[in-house]
């Protein structure tokens, strides 16, 4: 028997995992980051608020990885020029 909610947790689950890689892979590069640039190829269901998904920057913000590095207009359309944070690597510690 399927439980569909299962299924649903596992992707949603899966996306974060991926938001999580690609956002850390973008960290290494130095650059200050927003999060939305890691959420590119991150797939979810059609009905899933995607800003869930940022319990990954506030994990990594809590647990000392990363830290604020300013602000800037997002790139999304869909966003209507929001602005958005940028994060960058605390500099004693590496991915």
Known sequence: MST????????IAAAKAK???NFRRLLATGKPVAFEDALHD???PDDYDRRGLSSVVTELKAAGVIEFAGYRISKKRSHHCGTKRLWKLR???AV
Request: proline fraction near 6%; hydrophobic fraction near 45%; glycine fraction near 6%.
């Open 4 to 11: 569909p909610g299962i299924k649903r947790a596992e992707i």
């Open 91 to 93: 500099s004693e510690v």
């Open 42 to 44: 991150v797939i979810t």
């Open 19 to 21: 938001a999580m890689r």
